[in-house]
């Protein structure tokens, strides 16, 4: 009883090693046709590319944060003019402290 256990045993390992072969060997396929796609396809993928917007992340600051923040650097955090009133200011704060919180969206 005991060799027909180790038997089944090694079968099955033996099954899960040539499934890992059989699996690669698709990942590997799968890469090579993807590769070959890009190659054959350059020159659409070049034009779509093109296409894109440039300014699509122009609304983005482009450039790093001062030492200490300004009130020009707060106001375009915020979406505000620098001139904006106190309301309008905590508005704007409220509004991205709500879409930015972790908890926001959870369902529990």
Same mark, same amino acid.
């Given at each position: 009883? #005991?060799?027909? &256990?180790? %038997? +089944? +045993?090694?079968?099955?390992?033996?099954?899960?090693?040539?499934?890992?072969?059989?699996?690669?060997?698709?990942?590997?396929?799968?890469?090579?046709?993807?590769?070959?796609? &890009?190659? /054959? !396809? /350059?020159?659409?993928?070049?034009? =779509?590319?093109?296409?894109?917007? &440039?300014?699509?992340?122009?609304?983005?600051?482009?450039?790093? #944060?001062?030492?200490?923040?300004? /009130?020009?650097?707060?106001?375009?955090? %915020?979406?505000?003019?620098?001139?904006?009133?106190? !309301?309008? &200011?905590?508005?704007?704060?409220? /509004?991205?402290?709500? =879409? !930015?919180?972790?908890?926001?969206?959870?369902?529990?």
């Amino acid at each position: 009883m #005991f060799v027909v &256990i180790q %038997l +089944f +045993f090694s079968f099955i390992e033996s099954v899960l090693q040539s499934s890992q072969l059989i699996l690669a060997g698709v990942t590997i396929a799968a890469a090579s046709f993807a590769g070959r796609y &890009i190659l /054959r !396809n /350059r020159a659409v993928l070049k034009k =779509a590319m093109e296409a894109l917007p &440039i300014d699509a992340f122009s609304k983005y600051h482009h450039g790093g #944060f001062e030492a200490k923040m300004s /009130r020009r650097e707060a106001a375009m955090i %915020l979406g505000v003019p620098i001139t904006a009133k106190p !309301n309008r &200011i905590k508005d704007a704060h409220k /509004r991205i402290m709500i =879409a !930015n919180h972790p908890d926001r969206g959870m369902l529990f």
